[in-house]
């Protein structure tokens, strides 16, 4: 099957700081999105992005397909976003989302 | 608020125990799937039904079964549990190669 791919696996950020997080896949894919876990174990749908650049406020992302890899992008971290952002991938058309392990992200005030 | 449902957020079962979880999803969201989330893991695909039927399974053993109603309500149905279980169990619904909405999940100990 698919392999998914994220890294850092940790990140240690201090408020206002920017960072990358990054997600390898290893086939072609239909759907990609990446999720932010919070302490209570909701999985909250930041980019619905199987290919291109989106942008909602301080977070972006961008998919590159042909290359297999996806950025996501947190611009003047806040303490808020602290949590587990994952990275999950789709290679038919339903909905049997392949997760990667997730990067660990704390902010830190 | 990603309009999914689920219930209870927490149960705690004895080995051998059955246990059923519930998720109830905004209408139109004619696919379901369940998935299993050990601590400090991604959550693993249990298996998807579409419009009532199962389609699609991941490596879980026949004990992990599922059934889905025509109100888009779903169930997660567990027999003889063993301790290796307890999780964080995940439903996502949504529409077929399109975005799938996650609710927030049971979270399972069995004891």
């Known amino acids: 099957g698919i392999q998914v791919e994220q890294s850092p696996p940790d990140l240690i950020l201090q408020e206002g700081a920017n960072s990358t997080l990054r997600c390898n896949f290893s086939d072609s894919v239909n759907n990609l999105q990446w999720f932010h876990q919070n302490p209570w174990g909701q999985l909250i749908n930041l980019f619905y992005?199987?290919?291109g650049t989106k942008q909602n406020g301080r977070l972006s992302a961008t998919t590159v397909a042909t290359e297999r890899y996806s950025l996501l992008y947190i611009s003047s971290s806040q303490t808020t976003d602290s949590g587990v952002y994952f990275c999950?991938?789709?290679?038919?058309?339903?909905?049997?989302?392949?997760f990667g392990a997730g990067t660990q992200v704390v902010v830190t005030p | 608020e990603t309009g999914v449902t689920q219930s209870p957020t927490h149960l705690i079962k004895t080995r051998g125990q059955q246990v059923t979880l519930r998720c109830s999803s905004q209408?139109?969201?004619?696919?379901v799937s369940w998935y299993q989330q050990a601590l400090g893991q991604g959550p693993q695909f249990i298996f998807q039904y579409y419009r009532e039927e199962e389609n699609g399974r991941g490596n879980f053993p026949p004990r992990f079964s599922g059934l889905q109603f025509p109100n888009y309500s779903s169930e997660l149905n567990v027999n003889a549990l063993e301790l290796d279980d307890s999780a964080l169990y995940l439903c996502a619904t949504g529409m077929p190669k399109n975005i799938q909405y996650f609710g927030a999940g049971t979270r399972l100990s069995v004891l």
């Open positions: 999950a991938v789709l290679t038919d058309s339903w909905g049997k989302f392949q």
């Open positions: 209408s139109g969201h004619n696919t």
């Open positions: 992005i199987p290919s």
